[in-house]
């Protein structure tokens, strides 16, 4: 804009009105520098007072009797010590309306693991009211696009629900001043998800209600801290925690040179996959017990004699272990005795030209590299995870009508990497939780393991639980195992998704 000089002989009024008519301030530059920053200040003050929230009143059918609800979604927004926003935590709930006593009624708070995973997968795919439909055994995937439906075997029926998703997962972010890797860490990540707890008891009253935990995957290390950490920090004395296809100690799930641990935790899975397709006959039951007790015991003991192993019990070994998992001799031999799961993804059904999956050894599909000794992906992971992504946000956008601009994080490696702790030091929960059921003698704890789980064997945290040597009898006598068919996702089974609400509900009704 081309601006032209004004005589200075121009009446006064008529300069302002000229000037203000060009849109030209009077405010000086000092000034604007000082207004900028207050009303930055007064946006800020306004954003942090404000937490987004959607509600719904919905319904579902649950044992052939109505369930009516109200189904949040929000951000609740967790603060630093002088107030500030550090972190908005997504998360929906789901609270039964019409009850006598509402306060009476149970409160699951629920999270998935990864780290990294939002809870969509117990959300859409276990617990909530709705859910993402896949073949009846959970195997195939079934054609887009993909669209949630009623979920008949919510446990809404007997307790209320909050799915929790992380700092950087779902639509959860680190806010202010606050960096993303403050939350992503063991210890970080207990304290946020156990801050967002208290403040959500809080703010709706619960807390004299039942309270309960449950974690899948790595929620259960998430879980056995927080059952430890709500305890000492705030007081919040648990009812119960769910460990659904958990790991408490890493050494269960890794293996390093001259460690075997692994080999013994993860031979009753491969007996299990191996039964399902065929390559071992008999009683699934027998089979089980037949390989725990080989491994625990036989196993065990000529894997501890390393090199000094002779030859002739090599032999019988490897036979012994051919007979139990369908793998050849000449390929435990190959292999010192000791299979990676890996390796074993790929062996069972390489001649049919296929590969198992990681998260369930049910689900076999063609193999994608045939060249490489090892399964280059995960067939059962691929059958979640994209009508999960596509129902999960079809579900909030068109039903909750949610709107948001960033993506969804259904499953994010932002989150690396991850603080693990004390260094040199193995991650390893067990104590956390034993002393969190020491300490509160009427916390209940329900472990739940899928047969065919080869991410998470059910013998890896049977291991843990038997080496929590520091746990009386009464608090032994609380913890409750119950398995399944399917593998680490087993509610994607249909018979399995059923019995998982029969087991739930069990579990949760005594502190109704």
């Not at 995960?378 to 960033?406: C, H, I, N, Q, R």
């Not at 260094?423 to 929960?429: A, F, G, K, R």
Request: aromatic share 8%; with cysteine; hydrophobic share 40%.
């Amino acid at each position: 804009m081309r601006i032209t000089l004004l005589p200075l002989t121009l009446p006064l009024t008529l300069l302002l009105t000229l000037l203000l008519t060009l849109g030209i301030s009077f405010s000086s530059a000092q000034d604007d520098k000082k207004a900028d920053p207050k009303k930055k200040e007064e946006e800020k003050a306004a954003k942090d007072d404000k937490e987004q929230i959607v509600v719904k009143e919905r319904s579902v059918t649950i044992a052939g009797k109505v369930i009516n609800y109200t189904v949040t979604a929000a951000k609740l927004q967790l603060k630093n010590a002088k107030g500030d926003t550090r972190a908005d935590m997504f998360h929906i709930s789901y609270i039964r309306t019409g009850v006598d006593k509402p306060k009476d009624r149970p409160v699951v708070f629920a999270f998935n693991g990864g780290p990294g995973s939002s809870s969509v997968w117990l959300h859409l795919g276990a617990l909530g009211p709705r859910l993402v439909p896949t073949s009846p055994d959970g195997t195939q995937p079934l054609s887009p696009p993909h669209r949630t439906i009623e979920n008949p075997h919510s446990i809404l029926d007997v307790a209320d629900l909050v799915f929790i998703d992380p700092v950087s997962t779902g639509y959860s972010r680190a806010e202010g001043d606050a960096k993303p890797a403050e939350f992503h860490g063991l210890n970080e990540d207990i304290e946020s998800v156990g801050d967002f707890i208290r403040r959500w008891v809080s703010e709706n009253g619960r807390w004299g209600s039942p309270k309960f935990l449950l974690g899948e995957s790595y929620g259960g290390i998430r879980a056995a801290g927080l059952a430890e950490h709500l305890q000492d920090r705030y007081g919040m004395t648990l009812n119960g925690v769910v460990l659904l296809s958990s790991v408490l100690d890493f050494r269960t799930l890794s293996s390093s040179d001259g460690d075997d641990l692994l080999s013994i935790i993860y031979l009753p899975a491969f007996a299990a996959v191996a039964h399902h397709h065929g390559k071992v006959k008999g009683d699934l039951d027998k089979l089980l017990k037949d390989s725990r007790d080989y491994a625990s015991g036989e196993y065990s003991r000529i894997l501890l004699q390393g090199s000094d192993l002779d030859e002739a019990t090599r032999q019988q070994t490897a036979a012994q272990l051919s007979k139990l998992t369908g793998i050849s001799t000449l390929l435990w031999l190959e292999t010192d005795l000791r299979l990676d799961p890996t390796r074993f993804r790929k062996e069972l059904l390489r001649a049919e030209g296929k590969v198992l999956g990681r998260f369930d050894g049910r689900v076999a599909w063609a193999d994608a590299n045939k060249a490489s000794d090892y399964a280059s992906y995960d067939p059962s992971y691929a059958v979640a995870f994209g009508a999960f992504s596509t129902a999960m946000l079809d579900y909030l956008t068109s039903d909750l009508e949610w709107k948001e601009d960033s993506p969804y994080e259904i499953l994010t490696g932002r989150v690396h990497p991850w603080k693990w702790g004390r260094e040199n030091s193995i991650v390893n929960l067990s104590d956390r939780l034993s002393s969190a059921m020491i300490e509160n003698p009427n916390l209940k704890v329900l472990v739940l393991c899928g047969h065919t789980d080869l991410a998470t064997p059910p013998t890896g945290i049977e291991h843990s639980f038997r080496h929590m040597l520091n746990l009386p009898a009464p608090q032994r006598a609380a913890v409750h195992f119950d398995y399944y068919a399917g593998g680490h996702m087993f509610y994607l089974n249909d018979p399995d998704l059923a019995k998982l609400h029969t087991d739930l509900v069990r579990f949760l009704s005594p502190a109704k």
